[in-house]
């Protein structure tokens, strides 16, 4: 990464959506174009669940948007299927989604990664395997000030409750080790929980940062 220009980032979107990724989110979209007007080469990646054919059902399908640089992929539906027999059993889902973010990292031969906070168990697995693996892949979680916590505190599991919060807040960015939130108080507040020291701030103000 001596080169910045050689740098390839992938910025993961996830939301409640099952069309993947399409343009709009301020903070998002703000992030993603500050790190291009600086030259680097930047693609999306957003989670999908396109199951209109027996085919995306059976193997999955990856979109690609080139001019765009946005890839939305589907995972099969099999595929999900055990992730949720896996999220009942573990306490902790997003195995499947996991297997196919490393998939497009090693296609797109990925050195940096900027992950969604909502996706605490992809991120999970991810960082685990990274580690495991000793995969040179530079990660940050972009945290949007903790609102991970209102995916986990939707279920009336105590444990499950206390697993997530403190894989999202505690472990996730000790692996990941970078983070970016939308206040200090967000930054601090994780590095203090998570004994980690290297963490950006970016106010979620459009076009502010990029002048």
Request: hydrophobic share 45%; aromatic share 10%.
């Amino acid at each position: 990464m001596n080169n910045i220009k050689t740098t390839r980032i992938l910025h993961v979107f996830f939301s409640g959506s099952t069309s993947g990724y399409t343009p709009g989110w301020i903070r998002f979209d703000t992030i993603t174009e500050l790190l291009r007007e600086k030259g680097l080469d930047v693609w999306i990646l957003g989670y999908a669940q396109n199951w209109s054919s027996l085919k995306n059902k059976l193997v999955g399908t990856i979109d690609i948007d080139y001019k765009n640089k946005i890839i939305n992929i589907t995972q099969p539906r099999w595929l999900a299927a055990l992730d949720v027999l896996l999220n009942n059993l573990l306490l902790l889902g997003g195995l499947g989604y996991m297997i196919l973010l490393l998939k497009v990292c090693r296609w797109l031969k990925i050195n940096s990664i900027i992950l969604a906070d909502d996706m605490i168990g992809v991120n999970f697995y991810f960082l685990l395997i990274k580690k495991i693996l000793r995969l040179k892949i530079n990660t940050i979680i972009n945290y949007e000030d903790l609102t991970a916590r209102l995916h986990t505190f939707r279920s009336k599991n105590l444990i499950k409750k206390t697993i997530s919060t403190t894989i999202d807040e505690v472990i996730n960015p000790r692996l990941a080790k970078k983070i970016i939130t939308i206040t200090k108080f967000g930054k601090e507040y994780l590095f203090e929980r998570s004994k980690i020291n290297k963490g950006f701030v970016i106010p979620n103000i459009f076009r502010l940062i990029l002048h």
